[in-house]
């Protein structure tokens, strides 16, 4: 069981990323999906999340209208879209799964984790 975060770099304020998820060894099928972020110095935050039991998408204050959440069993890949990006996006990014349906930002209901992507927003 393996998720493998990617996506991240090096882009100027105002510029965009896309982050992938992909997972291995199991189906995303029926978890809930959330992606948190780090900070040096600073507490893990979550960012946006996938509720498995109705499908609806959640989104932090700090990147509502800014960042897309979205999801293609197909690929078992998740992704997060992230546009108008600013200096305070700069953190590593984690994809994180549960059996929880609701999980939302509650992380330690999250039994599985990615190795983390770093995205600097730097001009």
């Known amino acids: 069981v393996q998720l493998q975060a990617s996506g991240g770099g090096l882009v100027q304020p105002g510029g965009s990323l896309r982050l992938s998820c992909e997972a291995s060894g199991f189906s995303l099928r029926g978890f809930a999906i959330a992606w948190f972020r780090q900070a040096p110095g600073k507490e893990r935050e979550g960012v946006s999340s996938?509720?498995?039991?109705?499908?609806?998408?959640n989104y932090s204050d700090s990147v509502k209208g800014r960042f897309t959440m979205s999801k293609d069993d197909s690929k078992n890949t998740v992704y997060l879209q992230m546009n108008s990006l600013k200096p305070d996006d700069t953190a590593t990014y984690y994809c994180?799964?549960?059996?929880?349906?609701?999980?939302?930002?509650?992380?330690?209901?999250?039994?599985?984790w990615g190795q983390g992507t770093q995205v600097t927003v730097s001009s």
């Open positions: 994180a799964a549960s059996t929880w349906p609701y999980a939302e930002f509650t992380s330690n209901l999250y039994g599985d």
């Open positions: 996938f509720n498995s039991g109705d499908g609806t998408i």
